[in-house]
T-cell receptor, first 113, second 115 residues
Framework: EAGVAQSPRYKIIEKRQSVAFWCNPISGHATLYWYQQILGQGPKLLIQFQNNGVVDDSQLPKDRFSAERLKGVDSTLKIQPAKLEDSAVYLC???????????FGPGTRLLVL | AQKVTQAQTEISVVGKEDVTLDCVYETRDTTYYLFWYKQPPSGELVFLIRRNSFDEQNEISGRYSWNFQKSTSSFNFTITASQVVDSAVYFCALSEARGAQKLVFGQGTRLTINP
């Protein structure tokens, strides 16, 4: 069974530029999560989807971050405009449902210069 | 508010030694889940175990074992006869057992197994 897929794996941009990350969850998983992991810290949840609806986006900086999961499968996370402090690994995870175990993708490593 | 503390930032041992990674948590929920994930250098978080707060039985899986002590709010992880492949960052995490399963992670423990 294929795992969670993410692209790109690495991205380098300058501050104030825009960037987008893509995630394809495990087939059949209804719940999708985006986490931000700053170097030396544990992952922090940014947004959680159940099918194509948002369950929790309380920690998403909505002035610059946006995410969507239009057809309830793939998801895109966007940052516009990027700041230096956005340099981090962005992890996507999926689970069968709200109370099921989360499985993570390889992450996208973002460096903002 | 929920909180997970992994006091050991880094641990370094020689292969074949046993090593225990500590995890202490705080929550006001009476039902919750506890997790351990492994993050090797490739960056992907690998799921190791999930424990329900009602189940205090210790668990063993090969060289891995977990000790859940509700009285001390701890969920420690022991690797027996450590190997170089065990080198990684290990995260303990907590989530409520109702509604959206929002994982709260500890800071992680970097484990290095030297040959």
């Amino acid at each position: 069974e294929a795992g969670v897929a993410q692209s790109p794996r690495y991205k380098i941009i300058e501050k104030r530029q825009s960037v987008a990350f893509w995630c394809n969850p495990i087939s059949g998983h209804a719940t999708l999560y985006w986490y931000q992991q700053i170097l030396g810290q544990g992952p922090k949840l940014l947004i959680q989807f159940q099918n194509n609806g948002v369950v929790d986006d309380s920690q998403l900086p909505k002035d610059r971050f946006s995410a969507e999961r239009l057809k309830g499968v793939d998801s895109t996370l966007k940052i516009q405009p990027a700041k230096l402090e956005d340099s981090a690994v962005y992890l996507c995870a999926s689970s069968l449902g709200l109370q099921e175990t989360q499985y993570f993708g390889p992450g996208t490593r973002l460096l903002v210069l | 508010a929920q909180k997970v503390t992994q006091a050991q930032t880094e641990i370094s041992v020689v292969g074949k030694e046993d090593v225990t990674l500590d995890c202490v948590y705080e929550t006001r929920d009476t039902t919750y889940y506890l997790f351990w994930y492994k993050q090797p250098p490739s960056g992907e978080l690998v799921f190791l175990i999930r424990r329900n707060s009602f189940d205090e039985q210790n668990e063993i899986s090969g060289r891995y074992s977990w000790n859940f002590q509700k009285s001390t709010s701890s969920f420690n992880f022991t690797i027996t006869a450590s190997q170089v492949v065990d080198s990684a960052v290990y995260f303990c995490a907590l989530s409520e057992a109702r509604g959206a399963q929002k994982l709260v992670f500890g800071q992680g423990t970097r484990l290095t197994i030297n040959p």
